[in-house]
Nanobody
Framework: QVHLVESGGGLVQSGGSLRLSCAAS????????MAWFRQAPGKEREFVAA????????AYADSVKGRFTISRDNAKNTIYLQMNSLKPEDTAVYYC??????????????????WGQGTQVTVSS
């Protein structure tokens, strides 16, 4: 069993920055590929960014490329999402996810076995 807990969300003005964290416990964290997804009110969940177990490969949604950076610290069992140049359309609940069966970066939610409870990010204009 894997337990994921997100933190770092909040209210920020357009153009500002936030850093989300996702702490993992349970099975060997360093074996997981991890990702961030988000869901805005009235919209479907969408992929944001993913990272392999080693951190050697990452992937981003086009909407966040160049503004967001995903990283991980396996010694701390934590992944991060650094979000810069935030826009009102980035407002959503952000979820981290872990997969124990896929070893490359994946943008498909169904490939992730474990999910956190989410953290709210609100960007005001």
């Amino acid at each position: 069993q894997v337990h994921l807990v997100e933190s770092g969300g909040g209210l920020v003005q357009s153009g500002g920055s936030l850093r989300l964290s996702c702490a993992a416990s349970g099975r060997t964290f360093s074996s997981y590929a991890m990702a961030w997804f988000r869901q805005a009110p009235g919209k479907e969940r969408e992929f944001v960014a993913a990272i392999t177990w080693s951190g050697g490969s990452t992937a981003y949604a086009d909407s966040v490329k160049g503004r967001f950076t995903i990283s991980r610290d396996n010694a701390k069992n934590t992944i991060y999402l650094q979000m810069n140049s935030l826009k009102p359309e980035d407002t959503a609940v952000y979820y981290c996810a872990a997969t124990t069966t896929v070893f490359t970066v994946s943008a498909y939610g169904w490939e992730y076995d474990y999910w956190g409870q989410g953290t709210q990010v609100t960007v005001s204009s």
